[in-house]
């Protein structure tokens, strides 16, 4: 029998090896649940396509990677985003926030047309609104769940309702 076939008889043999399992099976349940809670699970599941996200993207839609940039070129700043219209101004440019069926444009949409969700009052329209100018745009819907008072729950009941970008 060689040395390391004796220290694992050994370990095997002893009285914390079946802690040691344990304690370590555990360490392994909390990363991976981590790794789902954090949202980055999500980002390995393939886009769905004609689903509450809108319409896969067109080639002129998206963005060419970075290293097409020289490098000493500065990044291109996010597309700002839409002001929050006046009661008073025309009412045509609003109306680009929602669809036809209905459906709020999330990267679009004023305050107004925020508070037609379900469960969107003013002050979580504000929110949403003040989250988007800080952000630039939203990405995914699960973004919606750092403004406070949005948790999983109710995004699941926003999910039909909304989409990212106009399709």
């Not at 980002?43 to 097409?68: E, F, I, N, R």
Request: aromatic fraction near 2%; hydrophobic fraction near 50%; charge should be positive.
């Amino acid at each position: 029998m060689s040395a390391a076939d004796k220290a694992v008889e050994r370990a095997r043999a002893s009285a914390w090896a079946p802690i040691v399992a344990k304690a370590l099976l555990a360490l392994g349940g909390f990363v991976a649940l981590a790794f789902v809670g954090s949202g980055a699970a999500a980002d390995l599941l393939p886009d769905k396509v004609g689903g509450y996200l809108g319409p896969a993207p067109t080639a002129a839609a998206q963005v060419p990677p970075a290293s097409t940039h020289d490098a000493g070129a500065t990044p291109p700043a996010p597309a700002p985003s839409p002001p929050v219209q006046d009661a008073g101004a025309d009412a045509a440019p609003a109306a680009a926030a929602i669809t036809a069926d209905g459906k709020v444009i999330l990267n679009l949409a004023t305050e107004e047309d925020l508070r037609k969700l379900p469960g969107i009052g003013a002050t979580r329209a504000k929110a949403i609104l003040a989250l988007r100018d800080k952000m630039g745009r939203f990405k995914r819907p699960e973004d919606l769940l750092r403004v406070k008072g949005i948790g999983r729950r109710k995004l699941a009941k926003l999910r039909p309702h909304l989409l990212l970008d106009p399709p």
